[in-house]
């Protein structure tokens, strides 16, 4: 067990719009998320950790309304990227823990292309 | 705030060989160690963790071992497979259930034939 799936893989658009990432936890209840941004060639860095019920802790310098992150269940949190710009293009990718466990589980990414 | 430095950052061996990827963080508090195997496209894939009380863990060809008083940990392959190139990255927490991961650099293997 302990599946994390995200939607859309890949997605482009053109600057100026807004685009939501799902992340679903698939088969256990995820009580703490976890959205990252990858650029090429380097290492995860988190943007913010989101509770089922509670707004998300952002990091610093990450911008909370551009970034929106919505974890409305137990299994699905969602980033909004708002008015999305081609230095947001990236890879997204997030993360879901147990409530018992601090083990993250990661999700297979989306890459975002904004033209 | 922790920091996580991961060494080397590319590494080449010959399949059969051992690889080892070492890691150090700052943070004596931090007790949580796992690492990730990304392959090119995908998101980081669990492949094993450590805790903080144990020194060693092995599973397989894949082994971790940790130093708490010099503050690294390190992550040995054997008998190394092409299937195991890819980008691994150790991470380091304090436990909780909504602990945040402080991630290494990564280290791109290469398993040549």
């Known amino acids: 067990g302990a599946v994390v799936s995200q939607h859309p893989s890949r997605v482009i658009c053109k600057s100026g719009t807004s685009v939501k990432i799902e992340c679903r936890s698939l088969?256990?209840?995820?009580?703490?998320m976890f959205w990252y941004r990858q650029f090429p060639k380097q290492s995860l860095m988190l943007m913010a950790t989101?509770?089922?019920?509670?707004?998300?802790?952002?990091e610093q310098g990450v911008e909370k309304d551009k970034f929106l992150i919505n974890h409305a269940s137990l299994t699905l949190s969602t980033l909004t990227v708002t008015s999305a710009h081609p230095e947001d293009s990236s890879f997204y990718i997030c993360?879901?823990?147990?409530?018992?466990?601090?083990?993250?589980?990661f999700g297979p990414g989306t890459r975002l292309t904004v033209l | 705030g922790e920091n996580v430095e991961q060494h080397p950052s590319t590494l080449s061996v010959q399949e059969g060989d051992s690889a080892v990827i070492k890691c150090t963080y700052s943070?004596?508090?931090?007790?949580?160690f796992p690492w990730y195997k990304q392959e090119l496209g995908k998101g980081p894939q669990l492949i094993i963790d450590i805790r903080s009380n144990v020194g060693e863990k092995k599973d397989q060809r894949i082994a971790v071992t940790l130093n708490k008083t010099a503050k690294h940990f390190s992550l040995h392959i054997t008998e190394t497979q092409p299937e195991d190139s890819a980008v691994y990255f150790c991470?380091?927490?304090?436990?909780?259930?909504?602990?945040?991961?402080?991630f290494g650099t990564g280290t791109r293997l290469q398993v040549t034939l």
């Open positions: 993360s879901a823990s147990k409530g018992d466990t601090d083990t993250q589980y």
């Open positions: 989101s509770n089922e019920g509670s707004k998300a802790t952002y």
């Open positions: 943070d004596s508090a931090s007790n949580y």
């Open positions: 088969d256990f209840q995820a009580t703490t």
């Open positions: 991470a380091a927490s304090l436990t909780g259930t909504a602990s945040k991961l402080t």
